[in-house]
């Protein structure tokens, strides 16, 4: 079975600071790979995916995030964070073939503190 | 802009009791899908809809039903609740993959809370 781990639950981080949110998948065949955002008391907002191509890929927001399909990761980095970047992270898995169903992580929490 | 709305913010109900979780979706999107949010879990599928009246079970659909009757409209259905199924559940909407990928949309989710 396809499962995704995020190492990290809770990240606390001060305002300009970077940050790591760290995600591994595990999955024998090709996968898509996403980030989602959930802000206080909001739904969940895609805020960037790795279909094909550039193993890097970024955000308007100033979040990147690396495909390595050696190591099965897709760490979410950001060089110095906002306060408005306080909010609940979830890294997510589509196998290919599995129609648009979407496997994801437990979530880690950043808590940007002034 | 896409919407994807739920009846209900907060919700309390009795165990035994059946309750309805209704999610409408404004962009005619044949997708329809029902997800469970529990710290340190993530966000759980519970069942998916790829047309009217069709649907398919997800990870985790034990106690729970869905009826999808009109194509912009996916309702959850707990037909006996129990205080397992306090959680936060999120409704998300998408056009279907066709080989691509096509986003899914969420709603802002109902808190349930069954006493």
């Known amino acids: 079975a396809q499962s995704v781990t995020q190492l990290d639950s809770q990240v606390p981080v001060f305002e300009e600071a970077p940050v790591e949110l760290r995600c591994n998948y595990s999955?024998?065949?090709?996968?898509?790979l996403f980030w989602y955002v959930q802000y206080p008391n909001q739904g969940l907002q895609l805020l960037l995916k790795?279909?094909?191509?550039?193993?890097l890929v970024e955000s308007i927001n100033g979040f990147e995030a690396e495909f390595n399909k050696s190591q099965t990761s897709f760490h979410l980095r950001k060089p110095s964070v906002h306060i408005s970047d306080t909010a609940e992270y979830f890294c997510?898995?589509?196998?290919?073939?599995?129609?648009?169903?979407?496997?994801f992580g437990g979530g880690t929490r950043v808590l940007v503190k002034p | 802009d896409v919407k994807v709305t739920q009846s209900s913010r907060y919700l309390v109900k009795r165990t035994g009791e059946k309750v309805f979780l209704e999610c409408v979706q404004d962009?005619?999107?044949?997708?329809m899908f029902w997800y469970r949010q529990d710290p340190g879990l993530g966000l759980r599928l519970i069942y998916f809809?790829?047309?009217?009246?069709?649907?398919e079970k997800g990870d985790i659909p034990e106690g729970y039903s869905v009826s999808r009757e009109k194509k912009e409209r996916f309702s959850l259905i707990l037909e006996s609740a129990s205080t397992n199924q306090t959680s936060m559940y999120l409704c998300?909407?998408?056009?279907?993959?066709?080989?691509?990928?096509?986003?899914?949309?969420f709603g802002p989710g109902t808190r349930l809370t069954v006493l």
């Open positions: 790795y279909l094909s191509g550039s193993t």
């Open positions: 962009m005619d999107h044949e997708n």
């Open positions: 997510a898995v589509r196998k290919l073939g599995a129609g648009n169903k979407l496997t």
């Open positions: 809809s790829y047309d009217v009246k069709m649907k």
């Open positions: 999955s024998s065949v090709s996968v898509y």
């Open positions: 998300a909407s998408s056009f279907p993959s066709s080989g691509s990928y096509n986003e899914q949309f």
